[in-house]
């Protein structure tokens, strides 16, 4: 069953720089793209950026665009998103999931969500 654990996540100052680590377990995991998803307090879940199972395609929303890079290795089961410039509307939990785009939304590809990862963002 998969299985999908968060880490890195904590608290940075406006400007700072964080990096989040995603361990997938129980999936076929060069099979699949993965995503990263965010859910601010008392807002909906949102797509941040996902990556090709190869790894040689990424997509980004616009409010990240240029300030986080998803990298993911296929021999550690790995995934990873790089946060620089964080801004304090990052502020959220942050998870890992295989993703899937239906309709040209990102979402998670069997509805599996994890704990996800804290992040907060002073200004």
């Known amino acids: 069953q998969v299985h999908m654990v968060e880490s890195g996540g904590g608290l940075v100052q406006a400007g700072g720089s964080l990096k989040l680590s995603c361990a997938a377990s129980g999936l076929n995991f060069i099979a699949y793209a993965m995503g990263w998803f965010r859910q601010a307090p008392g807002k909906e879940r949102e797509f941040v950026t996902a990556i090709s199972n190869s790894g040689y395609m990424t997509w980004s929303s616009d409010s990240v665009k240029g300030r986080f890079t998803i990298s993911r290795d296929n021999v550690k089961n790995m995934v990873y998103l790089q946060m620089d410039s964080l801004k304090p509307e990052d502020t959220a939990v942050y998870y890992c999931?295989?993703?899937?785009?239906?309709?040209?939304?990102?979402?998670?590809?069997?509805?599996?969500w994890g704990q996800g990862t804290q992040v907060t963002v002073s200004s």
């Open positions: 999931v295989p993703a899937i785009q239906r309709s040209g939304t990102w979402t998670s590809r069997d509805n599996y």
